[in-house]
Nanobody, 119 residues
């Protein structure tokens, strides 16, 4: 059974760093683009970053460019999100997802991990 499990969330202060991990199992996730999304209380889920199957193609939301870095280790079936210079507005539940459609439509999601940034 395919599964995406996020970890690494927590409570930090503004300016701190966190690294989120997304462990994939039960599927050939290494063949597909993977992404991170987030949803803050009362807001819609928003795109954060994506990485191509090779790891060489990355995209970022403007709000996180220069602060967040997405990467993947296909040997470990794991995708990472390094988050630096965190801000209170980064507080959200962060979700990992995979685009198995290859059309930019993420069709499988993890359960999410909470990131809280205090000011």
């Amino acid at each position: 059974q395919a599964q995406l499990v996020e970890s690494g969330g927590g409570l930090v202060q503004a300016g701190d760093s966190l690294r989120l991990s997304c462990a994939a199992s039960g599927g050939t996730f290494r063949l597909y683009t993977m992404g991170w999304f987030r949803q803050a209380p009362g807001k819609e889920r928003e795109f954060v970053a994506s990485v191509s199957w090779s790891g060489f193609g990355t995209t970022y939301a403007d709000s996180v460019k220069g602060r967040f870095t997405i990467s993947r280790d296909n040997a470990k079936n794991t995708v990472y999100l390094q988050m630096n210079s965190l801000k209170p507005e980064d507080t959200a539940v962060y979700y990992c997802a995979v685009d198995r459609t290859t059309r930019g439509e993420y069709d499988y999601w993890g359960q999410g991990t909470q990131v809280t940034v205090s000011s």
